[in-house]
C-alpha cells in the first residue's frame, strides 16, 4: 500500500511516499528554521505562510522522487493534530481537496504517533532492519510533549506519564536562550555541550510522583545558577545573562543541563519499566530523539535495567524532527489496525488533541 503524507504541523513544511509502512519511496522536507533562526523561535502566522507557499512543490516533489503518478497511490494521510492551527490548516486543507479531488481515503493522523512510528521506517539507504517488539513503552520527547506511552500492540496507546507543564524540547530551547545559543536550541546545547564539563553544576532532579515529568523547574534552577555564577542578582532579565557569560561556561551550562535533563527521563523510563515487566522494546520518538547523550544513557539505562533484554530503538537521526514518512508510517498502521478513512469533507483540526 503506497501513502502519500503531508506534515506541516510547526515549521517543517513535508510530503513523503511511504510504502507498506516501512519502505520511504520519496521523502522531502522543506525548513523554515533559518527563517525563525533571524527571531529565536516560530511566529505562527509566518510559519503559516511559508506553508502555502511550499506545500504543492513539496507534494509534486514527493511523487516525483517517488516516480508515481496520483493514480498509483493507495490514500492519503495527513498530520491533523496537534500542532499550529495556521499551519495545520494549510496540510489538512490540501490533504482534504487531494482526497476529493483525487478520490482517495484520507487518514488523518496525530503528530505523536507518527513520531513513534517514525521508528518503524526502513533505513533509507536499503537493507533489513529489526522493528520494536511489543508490548513497548514510547518515550516521546519534543517541543511541545514529554510521555511516556505504554503500548500492548500497533495503534494502541496508553499514556503512564506526562509532563506537569514545559516539555524537554522547549526546555533545551529557553535554556538556549538564557546562553544566548542560536534557535533552535536543541541541536546548539548539543553542540556547546561538546567542550562543556557535566559536573560544573550541580542541577536538581525534580520531586514529582508517579511517571510524570516537570521541566519549568530545571529551567529556572540554570537561571538561578547562571545569575549567580555571574555575580547579578534574580531580577536581572534572561535576555541579559550571554553578555556576561564566557564561551566555557556556557558550555559547561549546556553540558550540565543536557546530562542533568537526560538523566530525568531515564530515570522515569527506569521506574516506568519496573512497573511493567511484559515490555519487550523501549522507542525513543520526537525531536529530542536526535540527542546523542539521550541515546547513549537510553543504551546504558537498559543494559542495567534489563541486562539487554529490552532493545532500545530511536529513529534515523533524518527522522527524528518532524516529516511526512512518519505520517505515512503511522497511517499504515491504521489502516492494518482496521481504522477506518476520515470524511474529507468535515475533517477538523481541532477534537482530538491526545493521542488515541
Ligand atoms: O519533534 P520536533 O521536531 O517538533 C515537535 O513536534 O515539537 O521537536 C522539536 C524539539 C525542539 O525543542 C528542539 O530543540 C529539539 O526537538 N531537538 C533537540 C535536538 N534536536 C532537536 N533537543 C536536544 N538535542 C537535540 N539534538
Ligand atoms: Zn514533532
Request: glycine share 8%; net charge negative; aromatic share 6%.
Amino acid at each position: 500500500m503506497k501513502i502519500l503524507a503531508i506534515e506541516s504541523s510547526c515549521d517543517e513544511t513535508a510530503a513523503a511516499v511511504v510504502e507498506d509502512g516501512g519502505r520511504i519511496l520519496s521523502n522531502v522536507v522543506v525548513s523554515q528554521v533559518d527563517i525563525f533562526a533571524a527571531y529565536g523561535g516560530v511566529i505562527p502566522e509566518v510559519a503559516a505562510r511559508s506553508h502555502l507557499e511550499a506545500i504543492l512543490p513539496v507534494i509534486h516533489k514527493a511523487l516525483d522522487d517517488a516516480r508515481l503518478t496520483k493514480d498509483e497511490i493507495d490514500a492519503i494521510a495527513v498530520t491533523h493534530t496537534p500542532g499550529l492551527l495556521g499551519s495545520l490548516l494549510i496540510g489538512t486543507l490540501t490533504a482534504r481537496t487531494l482526497a476529493i479531488l483525487w478520490k482517495k481515503p484520507l487518514y488523518a493522523v496525530h503528530h505523536l504517533k507518527s513520531h513513534i512510528y517514525a521508528n518503524w521506517l526502513l533505513p533509507a539507504q536499503g537493507g533489513m532492519a529489526s522493528v520494536p517488539q511489543f508490548p513497548l513503552l514510547a518515550l516521546v520527547v519534543s517541543g511541545g510533549h514529554t510521555q511516556i506511552i505504554y503500548m500492548p500492540g500497533h495503534n494502541q496507546f496508553e499514556i503512564i506519564g506526562t509532563t506537569r507543564d514545559d516539555a524537554v524540547g522547549e526546555c533545551f530551547d529557553k535554556v538556549a536562550k538564557i546562553l544566548g545559543l542560536p534557535y533552535p536550541g536543541g541541536p546548539s546545547i548539543a553542540k556547546m555541550a561538546l567542550q562543556g564539563d557535566v559536573k560544573k553544576y550541580k542541577l536538581p532532579h525534580p520531586q514529582v510522583d508517579g511517571l510524570d515529568f516537570s521541566f519549568s523547574g530545571l529551567k529556572t534552577a540554570v537561571l538561578r545558577a547562571v545569575q549567580a555564577e555571574c555575580g547579578l542578582s534574580i531580577t536581572t532579565p534572561s535576555y541579559e545573562l550571554k553578555e556576561y557569560l564566557s564561551e566555557q561556561q556556557k558550555a559547561d551550562f549546556a553540558a550540565s543541563f543536557q546530562d542533568t535533563a537526560c538523566d530525568i527521563l531515564m530515570e522515569k523510563v527506569k521506574m516506568a519499566l519496573r512497573g511493567h515487566q511484559d515490555v519487550k522494546s523501549l522507542v525513543i520518538a520526537g525531536g529530542v530523539s536526535a540527542n546523542a547523550v539521550l541515546r547513549q544513557k537510553a543504551v546504558e539505562s537498559l543494559l542495567e535495567a534489563s541486562d539487554g533484554k529490552i532493545e532500545v530503538y530511536f529513529p534515523e537521526l533524518c527522522f527524528a524532527g518532524d516529516n511526512a514518512a512518519m505520517v505515512g508510517a503511522a497511517a499504515y498502521f491504521e489502516v492494518a489496525s482496521g481504522v477506518k478513512p476520515t470524511n474529507p469533507y468535515t475533517l477538523s483540526i481541532a477534537p482530538r488533541t491526545a493521542i488515541g
